[in-house]
């Protein structure tokens, strides 16, 4: 198949699934052999299952879009991922199609990492989880020509990882307790609010369990006054942060609750990349950092980098999708204040072994690259 004909059937994700071989059933790699000294990149949509079903108001879901990339440069396969919740506007097609139009056999040297993600990103706007699809298989591909994981490049102390976080969704009191349950490994629990309900569901976890408690609204509440009172009420419960407490284009009533606030205001919603962290100076504390937001690991640093210039607080977090993408999310963690890094125990049959939470902290593994393999099926 010449490159015009592969572009033409790698647009749509069922066509691509054929031409890409099936590596998550543990079948045979790449059909297309790379070019010596090239990059070669091949990508395959699946459906990952969830373990439980989520409910949200419309509708239940019981698995999530994602879309598994390798990258492949003499005989050497970085692994990729681009996971892609609705609410971000990519989907399995729109990443295909995005992918299929790269020509990355253009590049001969994978150390040229800023020249070829610079290309990558300017092949079109957005498709930020499929541009982070491409960032994280190069970034294997260099680690391992290295022969060492990148929060070793980054000389980062693995040590320093911090807990991650369990969520707790909301539902129903019957649900909110089995999930206390199921929070037992973890020494921090992160709380989804912005209902009626919110201070019941609070009150539920706080009858069985006195650990740390993130609480992230999603921007579910509308009104700053109520915001302040919620928070104020939070922090004599043990809440570390609030993340995203108001809509996002609140920005004037975020400044005037960060103020006010005796816990950190956290940004999500309200930030994607690099250039975003300008507009949070002076409305938000600190930024939550996730990798198909910011298009991969090299723009995550860099936001890091100028975060810390501004004294911001950092959170490392990640959407439901393997240990393959939560996994390079880890390496930044030694980085972070915070860690929401569970997105991986979410799914059943997680295609790849990687980070541990051990004894609820982020451990990363003494590994190349990003550190994952794969688990064969
Ligand atoms: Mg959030």
Redesign the pocket.
């Known amino acids: 198949m010449n490159r015009r004909e592969f572009l033409k059937t790698a647009t749509t994700g069922v066509v691509a699934a054929t031409v890409i071989s099936p590596w998550l059933g543990g079948c045979a790699p790449s059909v297309t052999r790379s070019q010596s000294g090239r990059l070669k990149l091949s990508f395959q949509p699946c459906d990952l299952k969830l373990k439980h079903p989520f409910t949200v108001a419309v509708n239940t879901r019981t698995h999530t879009p994602d879309v598994q990339v390798q990258l492949e440069y003499d005989g050497i396969i970085g692994y990729g991922e681009a996971s892609m919740p609705p609410y971000l506007g990519e989907n399995q097609e729109s990443v295909c199609k995005f992918l299929g139009s790269l020509d990355l056999s253009q590049f001969t040297d994978p150390f040229r990492m800023d020249e070829i993600l610079e290309y990558v990103d300017s092949v079109a706007p957005n498709n930020r989880a499929a541009k982070a699809s491409v960032d994280l298989a190069l970034h294997d591909v260099v680690g391992k020509l290295l022969g060492a994981p990148w929060y070793k490049i980054w000389g980062l102390s693995p040590e320093k990882t911090p807990d991650t976080s369990f969520t707790i969704g909301i539902d129903t009191p019957e649900v909110v307790r089995q999930k206390v349950e199921e929070t037992t490994p973890y020494n921090i629990i992160k709380v989804k609010v912005g209902v009626a309900g919110d201070k019941e569901t609070i009150e539920i976890i706080r009858s069985m369990t006195d650990k740390p408690l993130c609480v ?1 609204a ?1 921007q579910g509440w509308k009104d700053k006054e109520q915001a302040l009172e919620m928070i104020h009420w939070l922090n004599e419960r043990n809440t570390l942060f609030v ?2 407490p108001l809509p996002k284009e609140m920005i004037d009533e975020t400044a005037w609750l960060r103020e006010r606030s005796p816990l950190p205001i ?1 940004a ?2 309200f930030l994607q990349r690099l250039p975003d962290i300008k507009r949070a100076e002076g409305v938000y504390d600190g930024i ?1 950092i996730k990798l198909m937001k910011s298009t991969g690991m090299r723009e995550a640093y860099q936001m890091v980098t100028l975060a810390k210039a501004l004294d911001m607080k950092l959170m490392i ?1 990640c959407m439901t999708e393997t240990s393959c993408a939560v996994t390079a999310a880890a390496q930044l963690a030694p980085l972070m204040h915070w860690a ?1 890094l569970d997105g991986n125990l979410l799914i059943e049959d997680d295609p790849f072994e990687g980070m541990q939470i051990v004894k609820g902290k982020v451990t990363l593994p003494d590994r190349p690259g990003l550190g994952v393999i794969p688990i064969k099926g």
Do not use: H, V
Request: glycine share 10%.
């Open positions: 992230d999603n993340e995203q956290i999500d919603e939550n977090g929401d």
